[in-house]
């Protein structure tokens, strides 16, 4: 069974930053890629990053390009997002979820295995 566990989500003004962590349980951690989604309140869950098994290939939804990076340390099997230039728009429940697969993707039918969640609130 595999567990996922994000932490660093909070509260910010616009225009700062946070880094969000996703802590795995389980030894295949380097095998699988692994995704951040996110859903803002009333709104659908959408794809926000996504990093391959090695880390060596990354992906991002159009809206957080340039802003976000996603990252991953596998000795700590750990997945980080690093977020800065936050706007409201960015407000929302942000989940870690590991992919089927070893190469990154957006859909989310492709990721077994999901967090619980942590709160980003971005303020004006």
């Known amino acids: 069974q595999v567990r996922l566990v994000e932490s660093g989500g909070g509260l910010v003004q616009a225009g700062g930053s946070l880094r969000l962590s996703c802590a795995a349980s389980?030894?295949?951690?380097?095998?699988?890629?692994m995704g951040w989604f996110r859903q803002p309140p009333g709104k659908e869950r959408e794809f926000v990053a996504a990093i391959n098994w090695s880390g060596g290939s990354t992906y991002y939804g159009d809206s957080v390009k340039g802003r976000f990076t996603i990252s991953r340390d596998n000795a700590k099997n750990t997945v980080y997002l690093q977020m800065n230039s936050l706007k409201p728009e960015d407000t929302a429940v942000y989940y870690c979820?590991?992919?089927?697969?070893?190469?990154?993707?957006?859909?989310?039918?492709?990721?077994?295995?999901w967090g619980q969640g942590t709160q980003v609130t971005v303020s004006s």
């Open positions: 979820a590991r992919r089927n697969y070893s190469n990154t993707g957006s859909r989310p039918d492709d990721y077994g295995y």
């Open positions: 389980g030894r295949t951690f380097s095998t699988y890629a």
